[in-house]
């Protein structure tokens, strides 16, 4: 008997933690909470890729902690956004399985899209600054990137992400 109280304490306890709210100015990306995947398009004969990515509350509700890995594993990372006080800004640190790793600030532009502004440190591929729009609509969110790569912005490109059963796996 005390066993069963003791599990279902420990259950209750758990539910109850994992349900905390966020910190107010981490607020935007509560809907962005899960696993989500998304399948790029690439070039004809190319291999397709697919992106998942898994977004939790972290650090008790001070910061968000994303994972992705693109097709299982060939390219990931992960990154913690949070609340800087002194810069009045969210901020976020992306390391990647590249080796490159990123930092920047967002911005919340309604209750349901924020912008990225990104500094990349040691990208092989010339890319020296990342800038990313994302929405959340009708149970979904759209992406849009640009790099900054040898002096010039690329064009935007755009992805879809749909909520996923699928785990974000590292090799």
Do not use: C
Not at 40 to 52: C, I, L, S, T, Y
Not at 142 to 150: C, E, L, P, R
């Amino acid at each position: 008997m005390n066993k069963l109280i003791l599990t279902t304490l420990l259950i209750v306890n758990t539910y109850a933690w994992a349900n905390q709210p966020l910190n107010e100015e981490l607020e935007v990306f509560s809907p962005y909470l899960g696993t989500w995947e998304s399948r790029f398009e690439v070039p004809k004969g190319q291999p397709a890729m697919r992106d998942v990515s898994h977004w939790e509350r972290a650090l008790n509700g001070t910061a968000i902690r994303t994972l992705h890995s693109i097709n299982d594993g060939v390219y990931g990372g992960e990154s913690l956004i949070f609340w800087d006080k002194s810069k009045e800004s969210l901020v976020f640190y992306y390391f990647t399985t590249a080796g490159f790793y990123t930092q920047g600030t967002m911005k919340a532009q309604s209750q349901s899209e924020f912008v990225a502004y990104e500094e990349v440190v040691n990208n092989k591929d010339g890319i020296t600054k990342v800038k990313s729009t994302s929405k959340f609509e009708d149970g979904q969110f759209t992406v849009s990137t640009q790099y900054f790569k040898n002096g010039e912005w690329t064009q935007p490109e755009s992805r879809i992400y749909t909520k996923s059963d699928k785990k974000v796996k590292f090799k």
